[in-house]
């Protein structure tokens, strides 16, 4: 199944917000260092992404997650210094 952007990149900023706002309702308590790192990840817009990946994905299958997201995910995690949770079991 293709991958379907809704909204792009101001949907994804309109989720954090909104996210932050459930989560962490005293923004005082969220340290320095992470709404720095919050901040660039704000403002970097890969929705570009989306598009020029959109002919690799199948149009069968289950719902795929967009390309955008999963780079951010792991751009992120990269700038956190966290190991990737890893989607499949090792048999």
């Given at each position: 199944m293709l991958?379907?952007?809704?909204?792009?990149?101001?949907?994804?900023q309109d989720l954090v917000v909104s996210q932050l706002r459930e989560y962490?309702?005293?923004?005082n308590s969220v340290p320095e260092s992470a709404w720095y790192i919050a901040e660039q990840f704000f403002l970097?817009?890969?929705?570009?992404?989306?598009?020029?990946l959109k002919d690799l994905y199948s149009i069968f299958g289950p719902?795929?997650?967009l390309p955008s997201n999963m780079i951010r995910t792991y751009l992120v995690s990269l700038k956190l210094k966290l190991p990737l949770i890893l989607l499949g079991q090792c048999n």
């Open positions: 991958p379907v952007n809704i909204g792009g990149h101001s949907a994804y962490y309702p005293d923004t970097l817009d890969l929705a570009y992404v989306d598009e020029l719902e795929p997650r």
